[in-house]
């Protein structure tokens, strides 16, 4: 029933930008957090980017003042919009949602590679 339909991820070059978009289908309650999760190096996925329902945000620090998080409450939906891209930036991202009493569920991930 619930489900994460990630898009927005392709190739681009040094400094350009991409926005990403996760839509969250199905009927649910409401969505707490919502958030961008990249593969990285190790074997647990590293924080991106959060924001909750009130339009908090948190980020990592690699990604701070060149990432936005945003959200649309109406369409159960989060983006990300990531500016001054660099190679280190290459990975497949992740959305997570928090879907109010149920818990969390994982978008399948879009790739996003940064090359000249």
């Known amino acids: 029933q619930v489900q994460l339909v990630e898009s927005g991820g392709g190739l681009v070059q040094p400094g350009g930008s991409l926005r990403l978009t996760c839509a969250v289908s199905?009927?649910?309650?409401?969505?707490?957090?919502m958030g961008w999760y990249r593969q990285g190096s190790g074997k647990q996925r590293e924080l991106v980017a959060t924001?909750?329902?009130?339009?908090?945000?948190n980020y990592a620090g690699s990604v701070k003042g060149r990432f936005t998080i945003s959200r649309d409450n109406a369409k159960n939906t989060v983006y990300l919009q990531m500016n001054s891209l660099k190679p280190e930036d290459t990975d497949v991202y992740y959305c997570?949602?928090?879907?109010?009493?149920?818990?969390?569920?994982w978008g399948q991930g879009t790739q996003v590679t940064v090359s000249s």
């Open positions: 997570k949602a928090n879907v109010i009493v149920v818990g969390d569920y």
């Open positions: 924001i909750n329902s009130s339009g908090s945000t």
């Open positions: 199905g009927s649910v309650f409401g969505i707490s957090s």
